[in-house]
């Protein structure tokens, strides 16, 4: 039997319940809860790169939870309640689909784009925000990855952009080589985080123009790097020794082992 969302409202209650609640949930506040639902949303992604739906599940409860966590912390100091947050998203999904539930086309991708962003720019205006920046409304809390590929969408609905990927992959070429001319003259931390920066970003948009996801490339890139890594651990020990005890050179020669075996 499928309980109500009642039910975990209920169960939420009662842990903030002053008398007889939980200490520990008793004490938290959205300042403190605020971590654990960033990485709640992580992990729901991990579940998914996995293709498991067990842990999907499991996960997707588990980010529930820090929304009603939040909406009771918010209803406890009279700011709002969880039936709030509902109507709120309901009516902000039916105001911007208007090409769904109402009788707006639009010719293209890019032209239902541009009018999402211009819905979006009509509430920023309606709350008082006097941003009027294409760029405006862009959270800085998103991590920085995702922050970049926003900014340069935002800027592609405006026409800023390049047409495909083949000059980003030239900028690209060009940033490393400024990184490279920075290191061979000796450049400071503060230059170098700036060129570096630099690359990142365009590394962003080329995701971006390929279609690929930033985070889940990474994601991708580091579950590849620690499976390879601990492979080389792996032979190490079956040979008696610790993987600090072999030079540069012979981990090196693991590494290409590793990636021998494992293509």
Known sequence: MTRPVDDLLAIMARLRDPENGCPWDLKQDFSTIAPYTIEEAYEVADAIDRGDMHDLRDELGDLLLQVVFHSRMAEEAGHFAFGDVVDAICDKMLRRHPHVF???THESDAARSRDW????????AAKGGDDTSALAGISRGLPEWQRAVKLQK?????????????PVLDKLAEE????????DHGADEERLADEIGDVLFVAANLARHAKV??????????????????????????????????????????WARVKREAS
């Open 102 to 104: 109402g009788d707006v």
């Open 117 to 124: 962003d211009r819905l979006k720019a009509e509430e920023r």
């Open 154 to 166: 935002r800027a592609a609905n405006t026409g800023f952009d390049w047409p495909d990927h083949r």
């Open 176 to 183: 490393l080589d400024e990184v490279r001319h920075e290191f």
């Open 213 to 254: 996801d930033v985070s889940r490339a990474l994601r991708g890139a580091n579950a590849k790097f620690e499976r390879r890594f601990r492979a080389m651990e792996a032979l190490a020990a079956g040979e008696g020794r610790t993987l600090s005890s072999y030079s540069l050179e012979e981990q090196e020669g693991l």
